[in-house]
Each structure stands twice: as structure tokens, then as C-alpha cells.
Nanobody
Framework: QVQLVESGGGLVQSGGSLRLSCAAS????????MGWYRQAPGKQREWVAT???????NYRDSVKARFTISRDNNKNTVYLQMNSLKPEDTAVYYC????????????WGQGTQVTVSS
């Protein structure tokens, strides 16, 4: 199965920016739509953004115009540029396939913590 390693989180003030990275093992990454998900304390994990193998993107309404998902298939890496961060963006962020459990995918990485202070 593909292994996923997220990084780039941290503590940032409201209005700040962070860039998250997710490194994936395996060549199947290149043909798989990838997404970012997040889980805030006491809440269920939710989808944030998707990027297809061809580069088409889609976002949940609350992050549109603030977050940008991208990918580098040569590096097997997907990114999430987060600007104008808000306290409600505080969560553990994960990457995974879209839909979940696409061929070769099935497990979650450790995630990366994003904390936005007001």
C-alpha cells in the first residue's frame, strides 16, 4: 500500500500562511486523484480539497480563494498552500486518495498539526 507522510504544519497567527506537503510512496500516485482532509478536535474528519491526476482542483466552500492544492508527480508529492488562515482552520491535516481507498491506498499517515491563534 501507498505510504503517506505529511509535513509543514505549525502554529501561526490568524491571517498567516503555511504550506503543507504530503510525500507518497509508489508510482500509482501519478494516476490517482489526491486530496487533503482535516480533523478538528471533537469533530469528524472532513474533506478540504482535491486535485486530479490531470491537475483539476476542487475545494470546500470555506477554504475557496484561501487554499491552493497542487502536486508534483515527479516528486510524488501533493501540497496545500494555506493563506489567510483563520482559527477555525485549526486541525490535523491529512492527505489521501480521492475517493478514499482508491487502488493502492487504504491507510492514513500521521497527519500534520495546524494551529491558528486569534
Amino acid at each position: 500500500q501507498v505510504q503517506l507522510v505529511e509535513s509543514g504544519g505549525g502554529l501561526v497567527q490568524s491571517g498567516g500562511s503555511l504550506r503543507l506537503s504530503c510525500a507518497a510512496s509508489g508510482s500509482i500516485f501519478k494516476i490517482t486523484a489526491m486530496g487533503w482532509y482535516r480533523q478538528a478536535p471533537g469533530k469528524q474528519r472532513e474533506w478540504v480539497a482535491t486535485i486530479t491526476s490531470g491537475g483539476n482542483t476542487n475545494y470546500r466552500d470555506s477554504v475557496k480563494a484561501r487554499f491552493t492544492i497542487s502536486r508534483d508527480n515527479n516528486k510524488n508529492t501533493v501540497y496545500l498552500q494555506m493563506n489567510s488562515l483563520k482559527p477555525e482552520d485549526t486541525a490535523v491535516y491529512y492527505c489521501n486518495s480521492v475517493p478514499l481507498s482508491a487502488p493502492g491506498f487504504g491507510s492514513w499517515g500521521q497527519g500534520t498539526q495546524v494551529t491558528v491563534s486569534s
